[in-house]
Protein backbone atom coordinates (compact mmCIF):
# COMPACT_ATOMS: atom_id res chain seq x y z
CA UNK A 1 0.00 0.00 0.00
CA UNK A 2 1.39 3.42 -0.78
CA UNK A 3 1.26 6.37 1.27
CA UNK A 4 -1.52 8.10 -1.17
CA UNK A 5 -3.62 4.79 -0.94
CA UNK A 6 -2.99 4.75 3.00
CA UNK A 7 -3.85 8.14 3.69
CA UNK A 8 -7.45 7.45 1.30
CA UNK A 9 -8.11 4.61 3.56
CA UNK A 10 -7.24 6.11 6.49
CA UNK A 11 -9.14 9.77 5.60
CA UNK A 12 -12.38 7.61 5.18
CA UNK A 13 -12.21 6.52 8.65
CA UNK A 14 -11.71 10.29 9.83
CA UNK A 15 -14.64 11.50 7.64
CA UNK A 16 -17.15 8.48 8.40
CA UNK A 17 -16.76 9.56 12.37
CA UNK A 18 -17.22 13.13 11.52
CA UNK A 19 -20.63 12.22 10.56
CA UNK A 20 -21.21 11.98 14.72
CA UNK A 21 -18.30 14.34 15.64
CA UNK A 22 -18.48 17.94 14.98
CA UNK A 23 -15.86 20.29 14.44
CA UNK A 24 -13.02 18.35 16.45
CA UNK A 25 -10.85 17.56 13.20
CA UNK A 26 -7.59 17.82 14.83
CA UNK A 27 -9.21 15.59 17.92
CA UNK A 28 -10.59 13.00 15.56
CA UNK A 29 -7.45 12.50 13.46
CA UNK A 30 -5.31 12.03 16.51
CA UNK A 31 -7.81 9.45 17.31
CA UNK A 32 -7.25 7.70 14.64
CA UNK A 33 -3.66 8.00 14.39
CA UNK A 34 -3.89 6.41 18.01
CA UNK A 35 -5.45 3.88 16.64
CA UNK A 36 -3.27 2.84 13.64
CA UNK A 37 -0.36 3.29 15.52
CA UNK A 38 -1.34 0.87 17.78
CA UNK A 39 -1.74 2.47 21.06
CA UNK A 40 -4.04 3.43 23.60
CA UNK A 41 -6.27 6.72 23.40
CA UNK A 42 -7.36 8.73 26.85
CA UNK A 43 -9.73 11.44 26.19
CA UNK A 44 -10.05 13.53 29.29
CA UNK A 45 -12.68 16.32 29.12
CA UNK A 46 -16.11 17.83 30.98
CA UNK A 47 -19.13 15.86 30.76
CA UNK A 48 -21.55 16.27 27.35
CA UNK A 49 -18.63 17.36 24.85
CA UNK A 50 -18.90 13.63 23.13
CA UNK A 51 -15.88 11.82 25.03
CA UNK A 52 -18.26 8.65 24.47
CA UNK A 53 -19.53 9.34 20.87
CA UNK A 54 -16.22 9.68 19.67
CA UNK A 55 -15.29 6.68 21.21
CA UNK A 56 -18.70 4.36 19.57
CA UNK A 57 -18.32 6.40 16.42
CA UNK A 58 -14.62 5.05 16.10
CA UNK A 59 -15.65 1.50 17.06
CA UNK A 60 -18.63 1.31 14.29
CA UNK A 61 -16.45 2.79 11.72
CA UNK A 62 -14.61 -0.34 11.52
CA UNK A 63 -15.75 -4.01 11.40
CA UNK A 64 -14.43 -5.10 14.78
CA UNK A 65 -15.47 -6.35 18.12
CA UNK A 66 -16.38 -3.74 20.29
CA UNK A 67 -17.03 -3.69 23.93
CA UNK A 68 -18.10 -0.73 26.11
CA UNK A 69 -17.38 -1.37 30.11
CA UNK A 70 -18.82 1.31 32.41
CA UNK A 71 -16.00 1.99 35.50
CA UNK A 72 -17.76 2.25 38.65
CA UNK A 73 -16.15 2.07 42.17
CA UNK A 74 -17.81 -1.64 42.85
CA UNK A 75 -16.51 -2.78 39.41
CA UNK A 76 -13.82 -6.03 39.98
CA UNK A 77 -11.04 -6.83 38.29
CA UNK A 78 -12.64 -10.00 37.17
CA UNK A 79 -15.54 -7.89 35.51
CA UNK A 80 -12.86 -6.76 32.92
CA UNK A 81 -10.65 -9.59 32.38
CA UNK A 82 -12.78 -12.65 32.88
CA UNK A 83 -13.13 -15.65 35.17
CA UNK A 84 -12.44 -18.99 35.78
CA UNK A 85 -16.17 -21.06 36.58
CA UNK A 86 -16.16 -24.76 37.17
CA UNK A 87 -18.18 -26.96 34.79
CA UNK A 88 -19.26 -29.57 36.56
CA UNK A 89 -19.84 -31.91 33.65
CA UNK A 90 -16.47 -31.64 32.44
CA UNK A 91 -15.43 -31.07 36.32
CA UNK A 92 -12.89 -28.67 35.28
CA UNK A 93 -12.41 -24.78 35.05
CA UNK A 94 -13.17 -23.08 31.82
CA UNK A 95 -12.15 -19.67 31.29
CA UNK A 96 -15.05 -17.16 30.72
CA UNK A 97 -13.60 -13.88 29.17
CA UNK A 98 -14.38 -10.58 30.11
CA UNK A 99 -15.02 -7.62 27.80
CA UNK A 100 -11.46 -7.18 27.61
CA UNK A 101 -11.65 -9.66 25.42
CA UNK A 102 -12.47 -7.24 22.11
CA UNK A 103 -11.17 -5.23 19.27
CA UNK A 104 -11.75 -1.93 20.75
CA UNK A 105 -12.48 -1.38 24.26
CA UNK A 106 -13.93 1.84 25.76
CA UNK A 107 -13.83 2.14 29.18
CA UNK A 108 -16.03 4.81 29.87
CA UNK A 109 -14.79 6.52 33.02
CA UNK A 110 -12.19 4.84 33.64
CA UNK A 111 -11.33 7.17 36.84
CA UNK A 112 -14.49 6.19 38.95
CA UNK A 113 -13.13 2.30 39.73
CA UNK A 114 -10.87 1.83 42.36
CA UNK A 115 -6.96 1.07 41.37
CA UNK A 116 -6.80 -2.23 41.32
CA UNK A 117 -9.88 -2.47 39.03
CA UNK A 118 -7.90 -0.05 37.20
CA UNK A 119 -4.75 -1.91 37.22
CA UNK A 120 -6.55 -4.73 35.60
CA UNK A 121 -6.20 -3.19 32.01
CA UNK A 122 -2.50 -2.61 32.78
CA UNK A 123 -1.14 -5.86 31.63
CA UNK A 124 -3.50 -6.34 28.70
CA UNK A 125 -2.65 -2.40 27.54
CA UNK A 126 1.19 -3.33 27.47
CA UNK A 127 1.73 -7.07 26.38
CA UNK A 128 -1.92 -7.80 24.78
CA UNK A 129 -2.56 -10.63 27.54
CA UNK A 130 -4.59 -11.64 30.30
CA UNK A 131 -3.34 -13.93 33.22
CA UNK A 132 -6.29 -15.52 35.07
CA UNK A 133 -5.01 -18.49 37.77
CA UNK A 134 -2.01 -18.44 35.97
CA UNK A 135 -2.94 -18.95 32.62
CA UNK A 136 -2.32 -16.67 30.26
CA UNK A 137 -4.59 -15.46 27.94
CA UNK A 138 -4.25 -13.87 24.21
CA UNK A 139 -6.19 -10.94 23.67
CA UNK A 140 -6.87 -10.61 19.37
CA UNK A 141 -5.74 -7.97 17.21
CA UNK A 142 -6.12 -5.30 16.88
CA UNK A 143 -6.58 -4.32 20.24
CA UNK A 144 -7.28 -0.62 21.15
CA UNK A 145 -8.69 0.82 24.40
CA UNK A 146 -10.08 4.40 24.66
CA UNK A 147 -10.57 5.70 27.87
CA UNK A 148 -12.64 8.41 29.09
CA UNK A 149 -12.28 10.49 32.22
CA UNK A 150 -13.93 13.88 33.60
CA UNK A 151 -10.79 16.12 35.25
CA UNK A 152 -13.37 17.94 37.03
CA UNK A 153 -14.92 15.77 39.48
CA UNK A 154 -13.33 14.43 42.82
CA UNK A 155 -16.01 13.00 44.75
CA UNK A 156 -16.02 9.55 44.20
CA UNK A 157 -13.12 8.99 42.26
CA UNK A 158 -9.30 7.40 41.96
CA UNK A 159 -6.67 9.42 39.86
CA UNK A 160 -5.18 6.74 37.21
CA UNK A 161 -1.34 5.62 38.46
CA UNK A 162 0.78 7.41 36.86
CA UNK A 163 2.17 3.89 35.50
CA UNK A 164 -1.21 3.41 33.57
CA UNK A 165 -1.16 7.56 32.41
CA UNK A 166 2.30 6.16 30.88
CA UNK A 167 0.38 2.84 29.04
CA UNK A 168 -1.98 5.46 26.71
CA UNK A 169 0.24 6.70 23.84
CA UNK A 170 -1.95 9.90 23.83
CA UNK A 171 -4.31 11.98 25.68
CA UNK A 172 -6.58 14.34 24.16
CA UNK A 173 -9.46 16.47 24.57
CA UNK A 174 -12.37 17.99 23.16
CA UNK A 175 -13.59 20.78 24.30
CA UNK A 176 -16.91 23.10 23.73
CA UNK A 177 -17.87 23.52 19.94
CA UNK A 178 -18.17 26.69 18.79
CA UNK A 179 -22.09 28.52 18.51
CA UNK A 180 -21.96 27.37 14.59
CA UNK A 181 -20.96 24.16 15.62
CA UNK A 182 -23.55 23.51 17.88
CA UNK A 183 -26.02 24.89 16.30
CA UNK A 184 -25.48 22.07 13.47
CA UNK A 185 -25.38 19.65 16.53
CA UNK A 186 -28.91 20.28 17.13
CA UNK A 187 -29.65 19.98 13.43
CA UNK A 188 -28.09 16.71 13.22
CA UNK A 189 -30.08 15.34 15.92
CA UNK A 190 -33.39 16.59 15.13
CA UNK A 191 -34.96 13.45 14.15
CA UNK A 192 -32.23 10.86 15.21
CA UNK A 193 -28.73 10.92 16.58
CA UNK A 194 -26.71 10.10 13.53
CA UNK A 195 -24.46 7.48 15.43
CA UNK A 196 -27.65 5.37 14.44
CA UNK A 197 -26.37 5.42 10.68
CA UNK A 198 -22.44 4.76 11.33
CA UNK A 199 -21.40 1.90 8.80
CA UNK A 200 -18.09 0.18 9.03
CA UNK A 201 -15.75 1.44 5.94
CA UNK A 202 -12.71 -0.75 7.34
CA UNK A 203 -12.23 -4.40 8.03
CA UNK A 204 -9.83 -5.97 10.46
CA UNK A 205 -7.72 -7.32 7.50
CA UNK A 206 -8.05 -3.82 6.33
CA UNK A 207 -7.06 -2.02 10.12
CA UNK A 208 -3.91 -4.40 10.29
CA UNK A 209 -2.51 -3.64 6.97
CA UNK A 210 -2.71 0.04 8.15
CA UNK A 211 -1.03 -0.65 11.24
CA UNK A 212 1.79 -2.14 9.30
CA UNK A 213 2.12 0.46 7.04
CA UNK A 214 2.28 3.08 10.30
CA UNK A 215 5.62 0.90 11.05
CA UNK A 216 7.01 1.82 7.71
CA UNK A 217 6.63 5.32 7.38
CA UNK A 218 10.59 6.49 7.41
CA UNK A 219 12.39 8.77 10.43
CA UNK A 220 15.26 10.53 9.84
CA UNK A 221 18.12 9.66 12.65
CA UNK A 222 18.37 13.54 13.05
CA UNK A 223 14.40 13.34 14.33
CA UNK A 224 15.04 10.54 16.18
CA UNK A 225 17.51 12.38 18.44
CA UNK A 226 15.45 15.74 18.42
CA UNK A 227 12.66 13.07 19.71
CA UNK A 228 15.17 11.91 22.68
CA UNK A 229 16.29 15.62 23.02
CA UNK A 230 12.68 16.67 24.01
CA UNK A 231 12.10 13.73 26.33
CA UNK A 232 15.59 14.07 28.05
CA UNK A 233 14.53 18.10 28.16
CA UNK A 234 11.08 17.00 30.15
CA UNK A 235 13.51 15.17 32.80
CA UNK A 236 15.87 18.56 33.40
CA UNK A 237 12.73 21.45 33.32
CA UNK A 238 13.20 23.48 36.30
CA UNK A 239 8.92 22.63 36.89
CA UNK A 240 8.92 19.13 36.40
CA UNK A 241 9.32 16.44 39.02
CA UNK A 242 9.20 13.54 37.14
CA UNK A 243 10.06 13.34 33.15
CA UNK A 244 8.66 11.52 29.93
CA UNK A 245 9.85 7.69 30.09
CA UNK A 246 11.78 6.17 26.93
CA UNK A 247 8.37 4.72 26.85
CA UNK A 248 7.19 8.22 25.87
CA UNK A 249 10.19 8.79 23.35
CA UNK A 250 8.44 5.51 21.44
CA UNK A 251 4.85 7.18 21.61
CA UNK A 252 6.22 10.33 20.64
CA UNK A 253 7.96 8.23 17.15
CA UNK A 254 4.51 6.03 16.56
CA UNK A 255 2.47 9.33 16.76
CA UNK A 256 4.75 11.11 14.27
CA UNK A 257 4.48 8.11 11.79
CA UNK A 258 0.96 7.95 12.14
CA UNK A 259 0.35 11.37 11.51
CA UNK A 260 2.79 11.22 8.92
CA UNK A 261 0.96 8.48 7.02
CA UNK A 262 -2.55 10.35 7.52
CA UNK A 263 -1.32 12.93 5.77
CA UNK A 264 0.01 10.87 2.51
CA UNK A 265 3.83 11.21 3.46
CA UNK A 266 6.35 8.23 3.57
CA UNK A 267 8.53 10.22 6.07
CA UNK A 268 8.29 12.21 9.37
CA UNK A 269 9.13 16.25 9.18
CA UNK A 270 9.72 18.34 12.35
CA UNK A 271 5.97 19.50 12.02
CA UNK A 272 4.69 15.88 12.72
CA UNK A 273 6.50 15.72 15.78
CA UNK A 274 5.44 19.25 16.84
CA UNK A 275 1.92 18.25 16.23
CA UNK A 276 2.14 15.50 18.50
CA UNK A 277 4.14 16.66 21.17
CA UNK A 278 1.47 17.78 23.56
CA UNK A 279 -1.05 14.83 23.57
CA UNK A 280 1.94 12.00 23.67
CA UNK A 281 3.85 13.71 26.56
CA UNK A 282 2.26 16.08 28.79
CA UNK A 283 0.08 13.47 30.73
CA UNK A 284 3.46 11.41 31.51
CA UNK A 285 4.80 14.13 33.20
CA UNK A 286 4.75 14.84 37.04
CA UNK A 287 4.63 18.69 37.89
CA UNK A 288 6.10 19.77 41.27
CA UNK A 289 3.42 20.76 43.82
CA UNK A 290 4.67 24.63 44.15
CA UNK A 291 4.22 24.97 40.14
CA UNK A 292 1.17 23.21 40.15
CA UNK A 293 -0.27 25.72 42.51
CA UNK A 294 1.34 28.67 40.64
CA UNK A 295 -0.76 27.66 37.47
CA UNK A 296 1.89 25.78 35.53
CA UNK A 297 -0.26 23.16 33.18
CA UNK A 298 2.23 20.06 31.84
CA UNK A 299 0.88 21.49 28.17
CA UNK A 300 2.88 24.46 29.19
CA UNK A 301 6.27 22.69 29.78
CA UNK A 302 5.84 21.06 26.41
CA UNK A 303 5.06 23.80 24.76
CA UNK A 304 7.56 25.51 26.69
CA UNK A 305 10.26 23.02 25.39
CA UNK A 306 9.15 23.24 21.59
CA UNK A 307 10.22 26.29 21.51
CA UNK A 308 13.46 25.70 23.07
CA UNK A 309 15.12 22.79 21.86
CA UNK A 310 16.57 23.27 18.52
CA UNK A 311 14.76 21.52 15.24
CA UNK A 312 17.29 19.70 13.18
CA UNK A 313 17.87 19.99 9.43
CA UNK A 314 16.60 16.52 8.34
CA UNK A 315 18.82 15.24 5.55
CA UNK A 316 18.31 12.37 2.82
CA UNK A 317 14.42 12.41 3.77
CA UNK A 318 13.26 10.52 0.70
CA UNK A 319 10.91 12.19 -1.95
CA UNK A 320 7.45 11.18 -1.68
Known amino acids: MDSNEFAARAQQLVDRIETVIVGKREAVELTVAAFLAG ?11 GKTMLARSLAL ?14 LLPADITGVSVFNQAAGTFEFRPGPLFANVVLADEVNRATPKCQAALLEGMEEFQVTADGVTHELPRPFFVIATENPIEYEG ?3 LP ?22 QILERQMISHPIERV ?13 RGVRQVHVDPSLKGYMVELANA ?16 IALMRCSQAVAALAGRPYVVPDD ?13 ILKPQRRLQGVSAEQVVNDLLGKVPVPVAEGVPSP
Open 39 to 49: GHLLIEDIPGV
Open 157 to 159: TYS
Open 199 to 211: QAVLTREDVLGLQ
Open 61 to 74: SVDLVFKRIQFTPD
Open 162 to 183: EAQLDRFLMRVSLGYPSPAEEV
Open 234 to 249: TRAHEAVELGASPRGS
Open 273 to 285: IKRVAVPALAHRL
